[in-house]
């Protein structure tokens, strides 16, 4: 039985084997952006560096152009028009087709339009996807079979419908009953995270004050993204939490603050090696 | 009470507690750029490395895509128009309703409808706000209910009516007097800088001749609307005042020459933990 | 006789004269880019980090200002419209008429109009080309007086007609035939790469699975024609796989994962350097 | 009197006092682009990272965009046109008013009112300039009150009507009466590099194979406006060879090759704090 507590123990699961080829390690598509530029940026480069193959980005063309400046890495495709809206819906489910995990919000907004967009995406959407920002909010109105890691902070948890606790065991039972009643995965953030699918619940320790820096949310989005390409939802989301908070911490160990979330990039490569802040 | 000079003693003030949220540490709204483009992503930029937990910036189209473009980390919406004018005031204002600072200046220019619109701000906005660069002159000109940090150099100082001195003694008696007569706080910059609401006065020492290069004002602001978040104007601009030097400090350590302003970025955060150059 | 195995002697092929001159080490011409818009720009730093003196990008308008803005090294002239087309074809020969090598492929795609401007280009072609990715297709069905170096995954490779094969013996044979029959070089590439002429044969056991991420082909493409235009095709080739994989082995060394092609830029000069793993 | 070969003992004169303002340090405006990007880029930025405190850049408005995004610490204004010619000259005359030295070239291409533009320039100009590349052939055919030093490298010497040599004193005697022809400085580029009014004459031995790469000489081009707004046209062509020379030993010792002229940036400070390669 998998522990209580992520460890560096968790960072097992993704060895690779040498006979790799390209696209093994996961392809991720990251949709998002249009009010916000930096986030599906951030989302795209964290999943690269947690270790998918490809990362693409969908995003409304007056961000893709400085999307794709951030890093030669990414493949950026723009969208027609300022944000994400219905009639993207058949194209982002066509380039969704060949890809293992989609991310869906970072940066997205809360426009009517986009909570449509994303409202049918999740209505058609089959495969595995991440959920998070303003894209959460959206499914506990919709029906989907679609495999959900939803990574709310408490503020979107309580959007869910999950009850604030007094302490850590609190809010673990309270979001393992939000999980069971979605059938989803939760990864809810927070000092001490808990990812839960209702049945098995985990709590990732790692992280410091320093993240509450703008960003860290679309980074934890795309690390979710990559490790869910190759485990199951609950393994998947421990890891990522894990991961990403010991990012963080690889980032802070020298500082009292001053911490951005494109640091966390530089980082997460010794966060996956195993090194301890 | 206070030391009379600045040190590492003041960054206790900047403690971040465990149980922080996002936001926290402040919301920090930057309205700069037009004539020029580094100035705002600088200050921006500086914000966050000094702590600031969220960094806008709001400037004129032309140049909003290029400030993007330094840094997934910032928060860039365009306005209409190739600089900064009377017609932005209410969506500044709308802006900087859920910001904890306002840092008007870096980039400005000193157009006629920018100083305009400059005024207009000041007498409606009434939260706290850093002034600097060719947004400083408009102040004497009108009545706020603004607190206000001002970061005028020496010949900004003399267009406040400041008297120049002759030595530190006489710079801060000086200051001290412009500032009462203004009911603000002012960071005079010189070799040694000035801190002074003209009750209480602080003196800085940090800092070097490879400053004289463009854009360290630009970080000085920055780093003075993340301080100011947390703290009241004067130990705000003091402690602004100190990390800035220090991290030109560190920067300039092992060099004769060749600081670039946006080398302090890199090392606001070693300056944030108390190292020493 | 060269040794099967390439090794850190290949790279003694590479010695600089003291007395050289700006372009004696070589001018590359990307034609890359359209669909894709890192492809390009990492091929052309590859091939700047691997000792080429000069690397121009011809590369369609809409992603030209992208792939400048990766670097201030580069030289990158937009082409009219949205992909390479056969309308390109004169000014692509003019360009290429004062450079050394041709890298022929990074991103481009494989759209009809693109295929049909690279057949062209072969057949007009006497210099050296690399030819990468989607234009390798295109080799099989022309005649071309130019000297190639092929730079096929296995997937490419089936596509000219070779066999998949059981062991490295068996690709080696295969990559041999195929090889002969083009009349080319071939870097075959795979968890061992396969360099062959149908004469000589190299066997190169540098790089690791973390290379799987996309845009280390890329990389690749860039190397060889930074080696080609000094060098013969076979060694060229040879070199280039050892120092893209030793690349690749440099930036893996501290991590379990997390590699981005653009971290080869920067190990490329250690490689280059004789530096092991 | 100074020695022959140019040593540590140059960087004496670089020495900042104190009391320094902005500015005191010089201010440099660099004209140049067009038919290329990154030559006005990297001159400007190497003008800053050799101590001066003010870096512009005048350029035509496709290519200023880009410029400004590869630093935050550069000014960038764009001039109509797709190439500099002689409707700006009169913009440039007055942006370089209040600028201590002119870089006239990085860029600027060959075009008939582009070379037109500089001869304009050059006659109405009566300041410091640094004169480079494609400006070069220019000087020859007018007349000009200016203060230049000229940086051909030999092809660029010869169009001047210099007599090539076959040893280093060859070239210091023909380089020496060319300056004396012209009544302007010399920095002739070549293994060894000559400095030289006709009057007086140095030598400078830093410098490597290496640095046959693009874009080396718009390096040199930044250094020698940054040295030439404080010193004299011989110590300050002395000093940026010697410099630019050093910067590219400490950059190229770790390699066998792969260095690019952006890598200069980063070693320049080291350089100019006296490091030995």
Same mark, same amino acid.
């Given at each position: 039985?998998?522990?209580? $507590? ?18 093994? $390690?996961?392809?991720?598509?990251? %949709? ?13 480069? /964290? @999943?690269?560096? @947690?270790? @998918?193959?490809? @990362? ?13 400046? $951030?890093?030669? +890495? ?11 809206e219905?009639?993207? &819906? ?17 940066g ?9 967009? %994303?409202?049918q ?8 996807? &991440? ?10 109105? %919709?029906? *989907? ?8 902070h408490?503020?979107e948890?309580?959007? =869910? ?9 609190g ?6 009953? &939000?999980? /069971?009643d979605?059938?989803?995965? =939760? ?5 001490? +995270? %808990? ?8 709590i ?8 509450? &820096? ?9 690390? *979710?993204?990559a490790? $869910? ?15 990403t ?14 911490? =951005?979330?494109? +640091? ?6 010794s ?7």
């Open positions: 039985a998998a522990e209580r $507590f992520t460890g560096p123990g968790d960072l097992q699961r993704l060895t690779r084997p040498t006979d790799a080829h390209k696209g093994d $390690f996961g392809r991720v598509l990251v %949709v998002g952006g249009g009010p916000y530029t930096g986030a599906p940026a951030l989302a795209a480069q /964290a @999943a690269l560096r @947690a270790g @998918a193959d490809l @990362a693409t980005v969908l995003t409304p063309e007056p961000v893709a152009d400085q999307v794709q400046g $951030f890093s030669e +890495d990414l493949i950026v495709r723009g969208l027609p028009g300022a944000r994400i219905p009639t993207h &819906v058949s194209t982002i489910l066509e380039a969704a087709a060949d890809q293992d995990v989609l991310i869906l919000g970072p997205l907004g809360a426009a009517d339009p986009t909570r449509e967009a %994303v409202g995406l999740l209505e058609a959407y089959e495969g595995k996807a &991440v959920v998070d920002a303003d894209a959460i909010s959206v499914v506990s109105a %919709v029906e *989907t079979d679609a495999s959900l890691i939803l990574t709310p408490r503020g948890f309580e959007g =869910l419908g999950g009850e604030s606790a007094d302490d850590r065991d809010w673990a039972t309270s979001a393992g009953r &939000v999980a /069971a979605l059938g989803q995965t =939760l990864l809810l953030k927070g000092p001490h +995270d %808990v990812i839960t699918d209702g049945d098995r619940t985990r990732n320790r790692t992280g410091n004050p320093g993240m509450t &820096v703008g960003g860290t949310g679309d980074v934890l989005a795309g690390v *979710t993204g490790t $869910f390409a190759t485990l199951d939802p609950v393994p998947a989301a421990a890891v990522a939490a894990y991961l908070g010991m990012a963080g911490d690889l980032a802070a160990e020298s500082r009292n603050g001053g911490l =951005l979330a494109s +640091d966390l990039l530089g980082t997460l490569p966060a996956l090696g195993g090194e301890q802040a």
